[in-house]
Nanobody, 125 residues
Framework: QVQLVESGGGSVQAGESLRLSCAVS??????VAWFRQAPGKEREGLAA????????YYADSVKGRFTISQDNTKNTVYLQMNSLKPDDTAKYYC????????????????????WGQGTQVTVSS
């Protein structure tokens, strides 16, 4: 049974950091990505990793502040979030896909068919 379990969310002050974890079990996936959804907004793709080579991709909104990484020994993907802002407040989800037709769609929500339950991140000013 495939499971993606996120952890590491919480409440922090602006400027602080958090590291989210996504533990993947049941099978290996070629792609794992992080998304977030704030109240009243669409789900936004943030970062993706091609697990075979470790290639990483980022949305412009988080490039330079967020880093996606993996620990293959633990089947876990991380999202290191630095210099957090109140606008980063959202529920954060990890998602996985076995295959994508191109790297250009790696932050596209419909391309992912396995999702975790999400972890809340709240950043106060």
């Amino acid at each position: 049974q495939v499971q993606l379990v996120e952890s590491g969310g919480g409440s922090v002050q602006a400027g602080e950091s958090l590291r989210l974890s996504c533990a993947v079990s049941g099978r290996r996936f070629a792609w794992v990505a992080w998304f977030r959804q704030a109240p009243g907004k669409e789900r936004e793709g943030l970062a993706a990793i091609y697990t075979g080579r470790g290639d990483t991709y980022y949305a412009d909104s988080v490039k330079g502040r967020f880093t996606i990484s993996q620990d293959n020994t633990k089947n876990t993907v991380y999202l290191q979030m630095n210099s957090l802002k109140p606008d980063d407040t959202a529920k954060y989800y990890c998602a996985a896909a076995g295959w994508l037709p191109a790297t250009t769609v790696c932050l596209s929500e419909p391309r992912y068919n396995y999702w975790g339950q999400g972890t809340q991140v709240t950043v106060s000013s």
